[in-house]
């Protein structure tokens, strides 16, 4: 989805979600675009699985193994559900990709062009987040 208020960059030519039932665990997953241009992964997790209704920080002494850590542990919302709009009563757990490091569509906008030439940033593009998420797809289902 194009986005004027952001320059040029990978993040224009990409979808805002991605959503897929991964092959390897049978779980849901999603990828969904935060306000400020940056991907994030999610994972729904089971009802009879261990983490499911675990809050942070209490299961990020358990995982911690994906990007940044687990930034989300809680039910779905309009933004992160398996229909776009549409609460689904699903538990998600999940990471974000505006750490130290990774660029953020929005900051970079607001970057001067003499720092935008010498970010060394890296934005997280979708087939990134995807791998990240199908990663983390696979520890969920191995860990129960």
């Known amino acids: 989805m194009t986005h004027p208020e952001w320059p040029d960059g990978l993040w224009q030519d990409e979808p805002d979600r991605d959503q897929w039932k991964d092959?390897?665990?049978g779980l849901l997953c999603l990828v969904a675009r935060a306000a400020g241009g940056h991907l994030c992964g999610y994972v729904a997790v089971p009802e009879d699985h261990p983490w499911h209704s675990r809050q942070l920080p209490d299961l990020t002494g358990s995982y911690d193994d994906t990007h940044g850590g687990l930034t989300y542990s809680a039910l779905g919302n309009e933004h992160i559900s398996w229909t776009a709009g549409e609460p689904d009563g699903r538990w998600w757990i999940g990471f974000s990709c505006d750490?130290?490091?990774d660029l953020v569509p929005a900051?970079?906008?607001r970057m001067s062009d003499f720092e935008q030439a010498m970010s060394s940033?890296?934005?997280r593009d979708l087939a990134w987040v995807r791998r990240e998420v199908r990663h983390l797809a696979v520890d969920v289902h191995d860990a129960r």
């Open 23 to 25: 092959d390897a665990s």
């Open 99 to 101: 750490h130290i490091g």
């Open 107 to 109: 900051a970079f906008a």
């Open 121 to 123: 940033d890296f934005y």
